[in-house]
């Protein structure tokens, strides 16, 4: 009964395990799936986000090239120009704020690495200094035990020879 009761037990550690893992294997397809169609789906975002854009752009082409021809366009252009300007802008005091945010962070890694060195250093050398102290006492303390046994041990000769 007890060889029966280990092989049934056996038998079914063997059989959970390999459920397990077909669970795993289902799990790891079915995410993988689901990246697949992530991924589907972000791509006909951007192209369709870039259509929109593209349709913009063409549309303001064509008022661009509207007012070109007429009178206006001088001060048109002036404006565009402006706008850009102003949007360039913008956009470099961005990424000056993120290049700054990122030499930042980078700066505080840096800073860390170098202070858990040094504390570690720190650290080793304290303990070196307090062992040296440690075997110099110890040292101390074996010479005076030394000299008493030794007194003691004449001591103890000399009563002996009178």
Do not use: P
């Not at 791509?43 to 549309?59: A, C, E, P, S, V």
């Amino acid at each position: 009964a007890s060889l029966a009761r280990d092989l049934y037990t056996h038998q079914r550690a063997h059989l959970l395990m390999l459920q397990a893992h077909a669970r795993g294997i289902l799990i790891r397809r079915r995410l993988f799936m689901m990246q697949v169609g992530a991924r589907q789906i972000q791509q006909i975002w951007r192209g369709h986000h870039q259509f929109i854009l593209y349709q913009q752009l063409k549309q303001r082409r064509a008022l661009y090239q509207i007012a070109l021809r007429s009178k206006y366009a001088c001060t048109i252009q002036k404006c565009a120009r402006a706008w850009l300007v102003k949007k360039r802008r913008g956009q470099l005091r961005l990424v000056l704020l993120l290049q700054s945010r990122w030499r930042q962070k980078q700066n505080r890694q840096a800073f860390s690495r170098v202070r858990r060195t040094v504390v570690l250093i720190q650290t080793k050398f304290r303990r070196r200094l307090v062992e040296k102290r440690y075997q110099n006492l110890y040292r101390a303390v074996v010479v005076i035990q030394a000299v008493i046994r030794m007194r003691a041990a004449r001591e103890a000769y000399t009563k002996s020879l009178h």
